[in-house]
């Protein structure tokens, strides 16, 4: 018997609301696929399953919010009927504590997920479940409530996302020691090269000038491994650099999907990852096996127009890497002043993991890496 | 279909809650929509698709307008 629970995406997260079950009893599962859509803090999650097998009864329907750690599902085995898994399940003594005593209302899982887009609150969908036909209330009526609702009423989502990261950061700043560091980087040769190899490609495959950073960071981290990794109780290294991209959110928040293994992706293969995960982040398509996984962030305010990035940490991360605005300013080649490119390269780390030290011949590793991409 | 209308389709795909109905032809669309770069290369992606017509990131700083990005696309396509 095996069971499917509520995952926990990191340790601010105490309970998720089921969205969709992708999956219904008698179905075939394979360890990896994606069964469920869950609405967590951290916006709508698909969360995949961890064993192969055949779905014997899903137990939280949708609409339901639950602790973590509760059982969502019940599979079986080869050899298993479903009797001896109810009854297996029956007879665990490890329960996960029971779900808040709430009168789950019928909500159709877009009736649902509108509900928390559109920001209309509990008062006003209690008062739709009272009258709507049967106690079920359609997409239509929550999109009519929330044009009659004042225009004032804060996305509900947005909210727990905003107390999400607040909570995180909040963490950074009391525990961690950060130090920061800045270095201006000459791009000019960089982006002369990528223009140059872009130029030739059809449009769907030109390489993003951040591709470049992500890829010149991500094997300078390769040699500073105290800079890639988590602090629990003390410094453990990462296995793999995995660098969580931090991608804001149009409704207001903060996600930082990782790209696995990014100092072993070639440039298009980065490229790719790197749309990848904006666009999923955005559209609200991260897995649960996303989170937490991150051994670093970048984070680019590049397109804003900001100079530089004082990063703030994620933990229970060791490091950010801030990237500013590429602009041409003044520059020294040889004896003469010239316009170059140029864009300043920050990093913030956490002092028990690493020393200042460290980071600066990070930084000016980048840095050399950067100026030779046609031997990457 | 006319032609600003896909390239309306086209923003929209990107940053669907984009109130482009009060879009001024005029201004920056990465400002007016907060496109990053990325976003931005899904916009033209998704319009080559539409119209056919490519952007070369040389032309990019034709296409930072509305206005920009339909004479540019009416001009070739």
């Given at each position: 018997m095996?069971?499917?629970?509520?995952?926990?995406?990191?340790?601010?997260?105490?309970?998720?609301e089921l969205v969709e079950w992708l999956v219904a009893p008698g179905d075939a599962v394979e360890r990896g696929q994606i069964v469920a859509v869950v609405e967590t803090q951290k916006g709508a999650i698909d969360v995949e399953i961890f064993e192969s097998g055949t779905i014997v009864e899903l137990l939280?329907?949708?609409?339901?919010?639950?602790?973590?750690?509760t059982t969502?599902?019940?599979?079986?085995?080869?050899?298993e009927t479903d009797e001896q898994v109810r009854e297996a399940h029956a007879a665990a003594p490890e329960r996960a504590p029971a779900p808040p005593d709430r009168d789950p209302r019928r909500l159709s899982p877009r009736a649902r997920k509108l509900a928390a887009e559109l920001g209309v609150d509990e008062a006003t969908l209690e008062e739709l479940h009272q009258t709507a036909p049967g106690g079920v209330v359609t997409g239509e009526q929550i999109e009519a409530?929330?044009?009659?609702?004042?225009?004032?009423?804060?996305?509900?989502?947005?909210?727990?996302?905003?107390?999400?990261?607040?909570a995180a950061m909040a963490r950074s700043k009391r525990e961690i020691p950060h130090y920061y560091l800045a270095h201006t980087v000459d791009l000019e040769p960089a982006l002369q090269w990528?223009?140059?190899?872009?130029?030739?490609?059809?449009?769907d495959a030109r390489l993003l000038p951040v591709t470049l950073m992500i890829h010149a960071i991500a094997r300078a981290l390769v040699e500073h491994p105290t800079?890639?990794?988590f602090w629990r109780e003390g410094f453990v290294a990462g296995e793999g650099v995995h660098l969580g991209v931090a991608v804001a959110l149009r409704g207001g928040g903060l996600v930082n999907p990782p790209i696995r293994h990014a100092d072993r992706l070639e440039l298009d293969a980065l490229n790719k990852a790197i749309l990848d995960v904006g666009t999923r982040a955005r559209a609200g398509g991260l897995r649960a096996s996303e989170f937490d996984v991150a051994t670093i962030t970048v984070t680019n305010l590049g397109d804003r127009g900001v100079d530089t990035v004082f990063g703030v940490i994620v933990p229970p991360q060791v490091a950010i890497v801030g990237l500013g605005t590429v602009r041409r300013r003044p520059w020294v080649v040889g004896e003469a002043v010239v316009p170059r490119?140029?864009?300043?390269?920050?990093?913030?780390?956490?002092?028990r993991a690493s020393d200042g030290h460290t980071g600066a011949r990070f930084l000016a590793r980048v840095d050399q890496l950067l100026q030779t991409p046609e031997v990457w | 279909?006319?032609?600003?209308?896909?390239?309306?389709?086209?923003?929209?795909?990107?940053?669907?809650?984009?109130?482009?109905?009060?879009?001024?032809?005029?201004?920056?669309l990465r400002d007016e929509l907060d496109l990053d770069s990325m976003d931005f290369l899904n916009v033209l992606i998704a319009i080559k698709a539409a119209t056919g017509v490519e952007v070369p990131e040389r032309d990019y700083p034709q296409v930072r307008t509305l206005a920009g990005l339909l004479d540019y696309v009416r001009a070739r396509g």
């Open positions: 095996a069971q499917f629970n509520m995952p926990s995406l990191g340790a601010d997260m105490d309970a998720g939280v329907p949708v609409g339901e919010k639950v602790p973590v750690g969502l599902a019940l599979l079986r085995g080869p050899g409530a929330a044009r009659a609702q004042a225009p004032t009423a804060k996305p509900a989502a947005a909210t727990a996302m905003r107390e999400a990261v607040g990528l223009e140059a190899r872009n130029a030739e490609r059809p449009i800079l890639s990794g490119r140029l864009i300043e390269l920050t990093l913030a780390a956490d002092h | 279909m006319e032609l600003r209308q896909q390239i309306l389709e086209s923003i929209a795909s990107v940053a669907p809650e984009a109130e482009l109905d009060a879009l001024d032809d005029a201004a920056d």
